[in-house]
């Protein structure tokens, strides 16, 4: 897919500014590029991140570093099982000298909020987000509160095979944009990490490079990203393929499709293009689709992973053939 115009001067800011908040990252959290370029996509498709994986690999590091590089309020929740949903959202309570109830906003009203553990919790609680991640609004005794945008939910979770964990509920899963996983270092970034981390924490030094507006400004540029008819179409095959797969009971649901796009949009802006190409799509398949599908009975028999469906499929439907802007 050719072009001959040249780059806009916003999406050239975009991805400077970008680059910085990457470096920033990547200054705590060695090795792991990909991982942070996912997460900077989901950030600037407005979207949430689910990072899944066992203890100790830096799941939260990796939360907290991307809310430190951008100066805006954080909150961290620590789910655990006796948590309650109005501990996240907030809850009304009565003012004595106003006689009047009063609002009391939870960790919830933050631009970026990270869930530690967020399968520790029960299913209830954890359904305490749905409303926000979607509708970024709250809802406390028939009174609805917006949420400040630009509004990230990060949450980290261990496998569901480890002791004291809950399923996420589907409902949950699926409105997560991206869910990466950290895995085992390199024994060379392993290394640098017992150099590095071993006095102190790099966190504990790391700034804020790009502020609330920045980032604003950023989603605003990346919505402008276009995407032609062709790739919108190529979409909805690849999301349609889930859903008739034999190898799948629960395929992909309309938002994926939706998430799908705007993560291609914010992948091909990181990349310095202002238009989406089918690569962008097949390069952000398995982190956005995975975790909403559920395999067959057969395909558990067989100890196919959905992201080995995702990958057949991809190989299986018809790319769109390049097109001039």
């Given amino acids: 897919m050719a072009v001959t115009h040249d780059v806009p001067p916003r999406l050239d800011d975009l991805v400077a500014t970008a680059h910085r908040i990457r470096e920033a990252i990547e200054s705590v959290i060695e090795g792991k590029g990909d991982v942070v370029r996912l997460t900077l996509t989901v950030l600037l498709a407005e979207g949430h991140l689910l990072i899944e994986d066992v203890p100790g690999v830096g799941k939260t590091m990796l939360a907290k570093a991307l809310a430190r590089s951008i100066d805006c309020p954080v909150r961290r929740v620590q789910f655990t099982p006796d948590l309650l949903p109005s501990d996240i959202t907030g809850v009304s309570a009565y003012n004595q000298q106003t006689r009047e109830f009063e609002f009391k906003p ?20 954890q359904s305490a987000l749905l409303e ?28 569901i095979e480890m002791e004291g964990t809950y399923p996420l509920p589907e409902a949950q899963r699926d409105r997560f944009t991206a869910r990466i996983a950290m895995g085992y270092p390199e024994p060379a970034a392993e290394l640098e990490m017992l150099d590095v981390h071993g006095a102190a924490s790099p966190i504990d030094k790391l700034e804020p490079v790009a502020t609330t507006a920045e980032v604003k400004a950023l989603i605003e540029a990346v919505r402008a990203i276009y995407v032609s008819q062709a790739i919108k179409r190529y979409a909805i095959d ?30 091909a802006a990181l990349a310095g293009r202002d238009y989406v190409i089918p690569d962008d799509l097949q390069a952000l398949c398995v982190p956005v689709l995975a975790h909403r599908l559920l395999p067959s009975v057969e395909a558990q028999g067989q100890r196919r992973l959905p992201e080995q469906v995702i990958n057949d499929l991809v190989r299986r439907v018809p790319v769109p053939e390049a097109q001039a802007r």
Avoid: W
């Fill in 106 to 125: 939870g960790p919830v009203f933050a631009n970026i909020v990270v869930g530690d553990e967020i399968n520790r919790a029960s299913p209830k609680t």
């Fill in 132 to 159: 926000c991640m979607e509708e970024h609004q709250v809802t406390v005794d028939g009174t609805t509160y917006r949420l400040d945008a630009p509004f990230m939910v990060i949450a980290t979770q261990n496998p």
């Fill in 238 to 267: 690849l999301v349609t393929a889930t859903r008739h797969s034999p190898d799948l009971r629960l395929g992909a649901s309309p938002r994926s499709t939706l998430q799908l796009v705007r993560a291609a949009r914010a992948h």
